[in-house]
């Protein structure tokens, strides 16, 4: 049985200038903050990938594929799923994403036409606090698969010329898109608005159960991670006492 997906009708080519991004070997992952109007720079600390953002604005999730295949890429904002909005897992419902294509995924998907914008906001009023689930806010993951390669053709004997393409079932995809939980992570992401962004739906069929590649992008606001040292940061010198400070004495 085929699994039936969420994808966007989208050429390769067509995307704005390469942002900094949590870059894997088959999918890169950015965020543009959509107020701005500019790509969040990524920050790498101890293994992991950072960005800042800014409460109140409305941002957007850039997968560029790095593949020659098609890929289907199962997102996850705050460990829930942004297509189905269950708690996410590698067997759920994602975004197919043509050889070297890429896509921006505004929001929370309503409907064939519409999402919920993704909007920063302080972590209570994020949808998975809303929903219940707050215990992953602060990050956002992508899980990647190949697409199951089609069988050979056979051909009918003789002189009948059709084809008969077989394809076997996809394996049912097991596991979570596991990640770590932030001690302390006060910046989410809220259910906005609604505006139009149209896909279609197809049919894909992963090569395995488990992903080829899961990617993860941590995200605070810019003082959190300043304060943690994510972003790059001066301590402060501690001030020693100068026990000749001054020539004479002054006035008190």
């Not at 960005?51 to 829930?80: E, F, I, K």
């Not at 993951?141 to 004997?157: N, Q």
């Not at 898109?177 to 992570?185: C, D, E, F, T």
């Not at 994510?230 to 008190?252: A, H, N, T």
Request: neutral net charge; glycine residues 8%.
């Amino acid at each position: 049985m085929k699994t039936l997906l969420i994808a966007l009708a989208i050429a390769a080519g067509l995307a704005h200038a390469a942002p900094a991004a949590a870059v894997g070997r088959l999918l890169d992952l950015s965020v543009y903050d959509r107020d701005t109007q500019r790509s969040l720079p990524v920050y790498q600390h101890q293994g992991r990938y950072y960005v800042a953002g800014q409460p109140g604005h409305r941002y957007r999730v850039t997968l560029r594929s790095r593949s020659g295949d098609d890929l289907l890429a199962v997102l996850s904002v705050d460990g829930v799923n942004a297509v189905s909005g269950q708690t996410a897992g590698w067997s759920q419902a994602g975004y197919v994403l043509d050889p070297r294509a890429n896509t921006d995924v505004l929001g929370w998907r309503k409907s064939l036409s519409q999402v919920a914008d993704f909007v920063f906001t302080d972590i209570g009023q994020s949808y998975a606090a809303k929903t219940g689930r707050p215990d992953n806010v602060g990050v956002i993951g992508v899980a990647v698969f190949r697409r199951k390669p089609l069988p050979p053709p056979v051909y009918e004997p003789a002189y009948e010329a059709d084809r008969a393409m077989n394809q076997a079932a996809a394996p049912a995809a097991s596991g979570e898109l596991q990640r770590a939980a932030k001690a302390s992570a006060p910046l989410g992401t809220g259910h906005g608005e609604r505006e139009n962004s149209a896909v279609t739906e197809v049919e894909f069929e992963r090569a395995s159960s488990s992903p080829d590649e899961v990617v993860t992008l941590y995200y605070d606001t810019w003082n959190n991670l300043a304060a943690q040292c994510v972003i790059p940061c001066e301590r402060p010198r501690p001030v020693r006492p100068d026990p000749f400070p001054g020539r004479f004495v002054p006035d008190p």
